[in-house]
């Protein structure tokens, strides 16, 4: 028999139902500042992957006819420096396939050109300014709006904010007072009105938590706060492995400007030094782009590979493989090798299996993150920015038919009269505010504008009424 009373149970019932309205409050706050920039996130996501699949990053899917063998990579790196006066050569990115085009990347005045060279005939097919294209500046959209830190910090706080409405949308649509899973699960198609969008905002978004999480923490671990400073900074690849001495440049350098293409886990080391006995032989005699392209060759990498030429006396040849550059499709075979430029010895040879678990984490979700992963990855993400963009405009139109229509105001949820203390939410926030300091400043801004500007305030309260 049960010791709880009819009423008993009236108090729990009047404080669950506090609670709710207390988290579709911060729901609604969180709303307000994060559906414009999940809006920008899916559909900048979706420009980049579908440029990546279709017409490729840099000039890589440029197609070519095989005739016979390729010609030397030096042959190839003399037609493309001849292509753009006064260039040197800064990178060679091998043939993705043997129907695809070699590209080159050559430097002159400051500017960096992409040369595709039909590497049979030693053709230049095209040439293009290097990561300047519409999937850099849907990037750069993506990660810092074109406004530099000050973008890069607004963002961070949209994807911190996020969790707080993914954790609080979940608390909302869970099943209560009696309603069953499939409600929770499914839309019911024949609701009218707001009843349809609401089912539809909660069945849709509960079925993309999960990866919504995924990309928001991936994403987060490149900002600056969380990710640089924090995440980052505690999962990058020691450079006292190094068999050389470190040199004063980081792998970022190896970037194109903002566009991320140095695994995640090694952006922050400081590469080796050329100019010391140090190392395991590997190129015999002059060290030369020919050679190290075969050794590249004879590693057997599942796609193209990537070479760096050495910058200054002290500069090392790169030679990598990582699906951060979209070389494969498979981050557990990542790889970046340094060479030194005057002995040919191996100075470091960094793999998959070399990062930390977080590291091989982010490896891995950035893969999955950018569609890398197959084509069952780029219909997946397809559907999922859908799903973000149609989970954001429902969460308007519920807004708009729920608004007084008269007057011009916010229209929050009301704030719950004599709420007994939530100690679980407490906990919650308490812990977000500490792991995303973003979002802790976030929240507690939030928190004094409720406490004092929107109650003191006559206009500002009915406004948000």
């Known amino acids: 028999m ?4 009819p009423g008993a149970a009236a108090p729990n019932a009047q404080a669950a139902r506090k609670f709710y309205f207390i988290a579709w409050r911060w729901h609604f706050y969180a709303g307000l500042y994060v559906i414009p920039f999940l809006c920008m996130l899916a559909l900048t996501g979706l420009t980049m992957l579908w440029i990546s699949w279709s017409a490729g990053l840099g000039g890589e899917r440029i197609a070519v006819t095989p005739a016979g063998e390729a ?4 042959t190839l790196q003399t037609a493309a420096e001849a292509a753009v006066p006064e260039a040197e050569t800064v990178q060679y990115i091998a043939p993705l396939a043997a129907d695809r085009a070699a590209v ?3 430097s002159a005045d400051g500017a960096k050109t992409g040369v595709a060279l039909d590497p049979y005939l030693g053709e230049v097919v095209k040439t293009f ?4 294209g519409w999937y850099d500046f849907a990037n750069d959209v993506h990660g810092t709006l074109m406004l530099g830190t000050f973008g890069d910090r607004l963002i961070e706080i949209a994807a911190s904010l996020a969790l707080v409405l993914v954790v ?3 608390y909302l649509h869970w099943p209560r007072d009696g309603a069953g899973w499939r409600k929770m699960l499914v839309p019911q198609l024949s609701a009218k009105g707001r009843a349809f969008w609401k089912s539809l905002h909660g069945v849709t978004g509960f079925w993309i938590s999960l990866v919504l999480v995924l990309f928001l923490l991936s994403g987060l ?3 600056g706060v969380w990710g640089t400073k924090m995440v980052q900074a505690w999962n990058t690849f020691p450079a006292e492995k190094w068999a050389a001495p470190a040199s004063d440049v980081t792998h970022a350098s190896l970037n194109s400007g903002p566009t991320e293409e140095v695994p995640w886990g090694l952006e922050l080391t400081p590469m080796p030094a050329s100019g010391s006995l140090e190392g395991v032989a590997a190129i015999s005699g002059a060290v030369t782009v020919d050679k190290v392209a075969a050794f590249a060759q004879a590693l057997d990498f599942n796609g193209r590979f990537q070479i760096h030429m050495p910058k200054g006396e002290t500069g090392v040849w790169t030679v990598s493989h990582d699906s951060m550059s979209n070389d494969g499709p498979k981050p557990t075979q990542d790889r970046t090798i340094h060479i030194d430029r005057y002995t040919g010895n191996i100075l470091a040879d960094v793999r998959f299996a070399d990062y930390t678990p977080y590291a091989k984490a982010m490896a891995v979700g950035i893969a999955f993150h950018e569609g890398d992963l197959g084509l069952w990855n780029l219909a997946l993400n397809t559907l999922f920015c859908l799903s973000v963009l149609l989970v954001s405009v429902s969460g308007l139109v519920m807004w708009w038919k729920r608004r007084p229509a008269a007057a011009l105001r916010l229209a929050a949820p009301h704030r719950p009269q004599d709420l007994p203390f939530w100690k679980g939410a407490a906990v919650l926030v308490i812990a977000l505010g500490i792991m995303f300091p973003m979002a802790g400043a976030a929240i507690v801004a ?3 504008l409720d406490a004092t500007l929107f109650r003191a305030v006559p206009a500002m309260k009915r406004a948000v009424s």
């Open 2 to 5: 049960s010791d709880i009373t």
């Open 71 to 74: 010609l030397p990579v030096s």
């Open 104 to 106: 080159f990347v050559v």
């Open 129 to 132: 300014p290097w990561r300047a």
């Open 168 to 170: 609080s949308g979940l």
């Open 221 to 223: 671990s490149w900002a």
């Open 446 to 448: 939030v928190l004094l």
